[in-house]
């Protein structure tokens, strides 16, 4: 009879872990539009330990994929990284990020960290922010996908041209709609900017669905 160690229950939980955030991650990225292949989305997790092994390192779990087959816009390019580092992630991490990002003509990264972020880091996202924009996440922001979860009601990211047939439609501005702050779960979760809007569809036990939309502000 085998036994299992400290060591391997250890392994097989920050593999579990990883796995997990992998998994919600891909999804985060398909419910932006990005391309996103449905077998390694969908894999399991011992399809998960066959391709990166038990225990991986983080930086082999990098994703890169793009919105379309054949866009060349670096703004439809996008990386997510995940740093090796078990502390705050410092300056140096976000320089190779940049660099990496300049090389490979990407404007646009995200980064699951295990802890925050240092101040000094903090401030290089910000000078860097008119030409290339980085997320960051927790690793325990991506252990389940809130938009999945039953409570969530269903979020659509309106395009510019549904945008301007609403507001025509009601003849409102967008400050007069109701509104969802940048920091919100869902708004980070679907990457929004400021004055984009979201169409929320609940249910309603007298009218089936009850549609609303919220200003990103």
């Known amino acids: 009879m085998s ?3 400290d060591e391997e229950i250890a392994k097989l939980e920050i593999t579990t872990k990883l796995f997990r955030i992998r998994r919600t991650t891909l999804q985060m990225l ?3 539009g990005y391309e996103v292949d449905e077998k390694e989305m969908k894999m ?3 399809e998960f330990i066959d391709k990166f092994g038990m225990s991986p390192k983080r930086e082999e779990l990098i994703i890169s994929t793009q919105i379309g087959d054949e866009s060349d816009d670096p703004s439809d390019r996008i990386f997510v990284i995940f740093p090796e580092v078990s502390k705050k992630v410092g300056c140096s991490v976000l ?6 990002m300049g ?4 404007s646009r990264a995200i980064l699951v960290l295990q802890h925050g972020l240092t101040p000094q880091a903090k401030a290089v996202i910000s000078e860097v922010a008119k030409k290339y924009r980085i997320e960051t996440f927790q690793d325990s922001e991506l252990l389940v996908n809130i938009n999945e979860h039953e409570l969530v009601p269903k979020h659509e990211v309106l395009t510019s041209k549904e945008e301007n047939e609403l507001l025509e439609k009601y003849k409102v501005k967008r400050a007069q709609l109701p509104r969802m702050l940048v920091t919100d779960p869902i708004a980070r979760y679907f990457g929004l900017k400021m004055g984009q809007i979201v169409k929320i569809t609940r249910k309603s036990e007298t009218a089936g669905t009850y549609i609303t939309y919220r200003c990103v502000f």
């Open 103 to 106: 090389t490979e003509k990407v």
């Open 3 to 5: 036994v299992t160690t």
């Open 95 to 100: 320089k190779t990020c940049v660099t990496k």
């Open 30 to 32: 398909k419910d932006r």
């Open 44 to 46: 399991t997790k011992q």
